[in-house]
């Protein structure tokens, strides 16, 4: 499910590339949000941190709604930001019952969903920790 939406997904800022194999973590946020905005400085150190994990924050906003809170916020030009009009996120959140954001899907390398919930909560970074192992 995660190289699905991976594939549909127009980046804004794309620091690294998915590998195939890769541990991923999706997290879903919006500009309108300021439980998001208050995470943004949070995920740009995860993305430092758990460097084996490829992490993208995704809004299903037009994306220069999302260009004009990229310019305003720096720490998002240090992580994977993108874009997803083609429902592919929406499908998964609906899937999940998921109805609030910021919330992040983890996936690990064989693309299995492993966690979901709140991208600031413990158990978020419990389990990235056990997928960043090399």
């Known amino acids: 499910m995660s190289s699905t939406i991976l594939s549909n997904l127009q980046y804004l800022t794309q620091i690294k590339q998915p590998q195939s194999n890769q541990p991923v973590m999706i997290e879903c ?6 439980p998001c905005r208050a995470a ?25 709604t999302v260009q004009q809170l990229k310019d305003k916020m720096q720490p ?5 930001l993108a874009v997803d009009q083609s429902g ?3 499908k998964l959140m609906t899937q999940h019952q998921v109805n ?6 983890i996936f690990d390398a064989a693309g299995q969903l492993m966690w979901h919930g709140h991208p600031m ?14």
């Open 29 to 34: 946020f919006a500009t309108w949000c300021p």
């Open 40 to 64: 943004i400085p949070h995920l740009a150190q995860m993305t430092k941190e758990y460097s084996n994990i490829y992490i993208v924050s995704v809004s299903q906003e037009p994306i220069g």
């Open 76 to 80: 998002m030009k240090f992580y994977n």
């Open 88 to 90: 592919s996120l929406q």
């Open 100 to 105: 609030g954001i910021p919330h992040a899907f």
């Open 121 to 134: 909560d413990e158990e978020c970074k419990e389990s990235l920790e056990v997928l960043n192992i090399v």
